[in-house]
């Protein structure tokens, strides 16, 4: 382990976001540049640094750190240097000179115990003096919460993320009520902030830790997708995390549902225990689409007879299925399609527009993702939209601006990947219909459920309360494809065709992870390019059912980032974390990010969205710029602390290609975990390829999730609601 002592000279690179940081370190005569996770200590700090040596391909030797310390400036110079740093407020580099001048060794003294003798030196008056005066305790008390931080156990990144939220504030909050930092700070779960309430006090039987407990389980219920817990297993697993008596948990469980944070119901009798806010939702959405329901003037006059004339003018013919999906959508004021590949959803939509807008004005188009909504307007012709978008979404604190009170201005909205809508975003969908308006929901219910808790798709055609249609009749053209009959096939259990001649869904053996490995970058670099004219970085997606493993999300990335895009004096390169993003890279954007300004030729606007995938087009490597352009010619600047949103993304999880095609899509199977690698897993990869899919690995594996027909039911009662609903208000 190195040791060094010295001055912070300059800092390269740092993400505000992670605390990841790249800086230059004067010790004495040398200078050493030190990487790593560390507090955002100003120009001119005096730190004691621990670290080991590594050598970085292209700039050398660095120092790998461990821990880094703050250790105040003793020499004039190291003084002058850490005031001057332009970290504190009214102090450039010559005020810093002047300060030093006046008061020479006892400056750091002066500030903290005599800061009126700063209007001793000229141009400082008693207002910038207060003003420095209040920057440097400022600065002063974030050093002093970091090392509070670091004694709690937090690492460096997570210390400066914690700050960050807190401010000055930190560590008053933490100490009032350390389990604020599950709600507040991301990347803190409860086991660590229990741990910290440990250290300051808070005894293991206080009835505040273990309601914090009981709602941490409930949360993460949730985002598992859950919108309740069994409260036998919620109360089990309180003991198990908590460590505490049975009946200390059920007095806590009490408390909670006085309080108003828990909803207690019987559910299949069974006891339940809600979060309030996604009890209030599920009864919400239920009641809303109830009425919606009962709503008069829903029935377009002669549905047939409009289906004819679409036929007549379009020159298509439709099946029996396709006709009765119109003629719910155009006899109900909402309904449900739902259907594989193949099975003429698509058509259905544009006929249903034609007719609607003819008929009774504007319909509104969205989706739950921007490429989804990308997929929807190639498709149709009409402009389509997320559904955050849709409703104007003004962030966490201001939600939508959309609602009952400002709906929606259209008399029909039609939701494509409907599938996707999760309980909480169709409850503020719902408020924004307006009274008399259509709602046609459109999708997949075989694929993967939404990210957010809830199976809303699933429970609404469960219910039996709505008009559903099924579609299941593949039509000939797509018949011919062995996505199309594959998908089918895997959906009912059975082994999809393989490796026809003229078909397009292959599979390709390897023994090992290793193997599987070479094989999918011999794929995707070199052969599946040649062989179909394509470009490997546009029209091939890699997806993966894991993240980690030889063939994980990860391990590929860093592959093919080393095949398709390496290193090279002439392309720029910025640090996000650990992650190397380089010019030419494909990226992913993982979260929605409303205020994300972009531009598009003369065209300006605001906002990208989780799943939006695009190209590092050029870095500024000192500033920790880079700009993206993605898919739709949008080009966004992102900022250091916008970096952590992107990831790279050659390959990607199934999950992530939600709402999402490609032209060629490549799989591996190398096994894994039965509640993972499912079959409706397998379909929903398989129905994201336009043109062809390859997997590779062991048949074993793919036989294995053909026959794996487990879905992770999600806890949730929509259904149930809806037929309550149904029976209280009709």
């Not at 993400?15 to 540049?33: K, Q």
């Not at 305790?137 to 690492?155: A, N, T, V, Y």
């Not at 407990?213 to 993460?220: R, T």
């Not at 119109?326 to 259907?339: E, M, Q, W």
Request: proline fraction near 5%; charged fraction near 25%.
């Amino acid at each position: 382990m190195i040791r060094l002592e010295g001055t912070l000279e300059e800092i390269i690179f740092r993400n505000e976001e992670n605390g990841y940081t790249v800086f230059a370190l004067e010790h004495g005569r040398e200078h050493t540049v030190c990487v790593g996770n560390t507090h955002p200590w100003p120009q001119g700090e005096r730190l004691l640094v621990e670290g080991e040596w590594s050598e970085h391909r292209d700039y050398g030797r660095q120092l790998k750190i461990s821990s880094c310390q703050s250790v105040l400036p003793t020499g004039l110079r190291a003084i002058e240097k850490y005031l001057g740093s332009g970290m504190i407020r009214g102090v450039g580099a010559a005020t810093a000179r002047l300060i030093v001048n006046a008061f020479g060794k006892d400056t750091l003294e002066v500030l903290e115990e005599e800061p009126e003798r700063l209007t001793q030196i000229p141009g400082i008056g008693a207002k910038r003096a207060a003003m420095i005066v209040e920057s440097y305790r400022e600065r002063r008390q974030s050093r002093l919460d970091f090392i509070f931080l670091q004694g709690c156990g937090l690492s460096p990144a997570m210390a400066s993320r914690v700050i960050k939220v807190f401010g000055t504030n930190t560590q008053a909050e933490i100490r009032k009520d350390p389990y604020v930092l599950v709600k507040r700070v991301e990347g803190i779960g409860f086991r660590t902030a229990d741990a910290i309430a440990g250290s300051l006090g808070i005894p293991p039987d206080s009835e505040h830790r273990l309601c914090c407990g009981l709602s941490y389980l409930l949360d993460n219920g949730a985002a598992e997708g859950h919108v309740f817990l069994a409260e036998e297993e919620l109360i089990a697993g309180a003991v198990e995390l908590l460590g505490a008596a049975e009946e200390l948990c059920r007095r806590a469980l009490q408390v909670l549902a006085l309080e108003g944070d828990a909803v207690v119901r019987v559910v299949a009798d069974r006891s339940v225990v809600y979060r309030k806010a996604l009890y209030e939702a599920e009864q919400e959405v239920a009641a809303r689409i109830w009425r919606l329901l009962q709503d008069d003037g829903g029935d377009l006059k002669e549905p047939g007879l409009r289906i004819r004339a679409y036929e007549g003018r379009e020159g298509v013919r439709f099946g029996a299925q396709q006709r009765r999906a119109v003629s719910a959508a155009l006899s109900n004021r909402i309904c449900v399609i739902t259907g594989g590949p193949g099975t003429g959803k698509t058509t259905c939509i544009r006929c249903i527009l034609s007719i609607l807008e003819e008929e009774e004005g504007e319909v509104l188009l969205c989706a739950p993702t921007g490429r989804a909504a990308k997929r929807m307007q190639e498709a149709s012709g009409k402009p389509a939209q997320t559904i955050h978008r849709l409703l104007e979404y003004a962030g966490e604190a201001g939600g939508f601006t959309r609602n009952e009170e400002e709906p929606l201005r259209a008399r029909a909205l039609v939701v494509d990947e409907a599938s996707m809508v999760d309980l909480n975003l169709m409850q503020a969908l719902l408020r924004a219909v307006p009274q008399g308006a259509r709602l046609i929901m459109v999708g997949d219910a075989d694929q993967l459920p939404s990210v957010g808790p809830g199976n809303v798709l699933a429970d609404l055609i469960q219910s039996g309360v709505l008009p559903v249609v099924r579609l299941t009749e593949i039509f000939r053209q797509a018949a011919q494809s062995d996505i199309v009959v594959g998908a089918h096939a895997i959906n009912r259990g059975q082994m999809p065709p393989l490796n026809r001649r003229e078909g397009d869904l292959f599979f390709q053996r390897a023994k090992s992870g290793r193997e599987a490995a070479d094989i999918l970058r011999s794929l995707v670099c070199t052969r599946l390019p040649a062989y179909l004219k394509i470009d490997p970085l546009r029209d091939i997606q890699l997806l993966c059912p894991m993240k980690k493993g030889e063939v994980g999300v990860w391990e590929l990335n860093r592959m093919l980032q080393a095949a398709l895009n390496p290193p090279s004096p002439e392309k720029g390169e910025v640090y996000c974390g650990d992650t190397l993003l380089r010019e030419g890279d494909k990226v992913m954007q993982m979260r929605n990010n409303y205020e994300m300004e972009w531009s598009r030729g003369d065209e300006a606007g605001r906002g990208v969205y989780n799943g939006d995938i695009g190209y590092v087009q050029q870095v500024d490597r000192e500033a920790g710029l880079a700009w993206i352009l993605f898919d739709d010619e949008r080009l966004a600047l992102y900022i250091p602390e916008d970096l952590p949103d992107l990831e790279p993304a050659y390959c990607i999880t199934v999950h992530k290609s939600q709402g999402s095609e490609f032209p060629v899509v490549v799989l591996p199977l190398m096994g894994g975990p039965p509640m993972l690698m499912t079959r409706n897993l397998l379909y929903t990869a398989v129905t994201r390829a336009r043109h062809m899919v390859v997997l590779v690995g062991r048949m074993d594996c793919l036989r294995a999730m053909v026959d794996n027909g487990f879905v992770n039911c999600r806890n949730a009662d929509l259904a149930g609601a809806l037929q309550r609903a149904a029976g209280a208000l009709g």
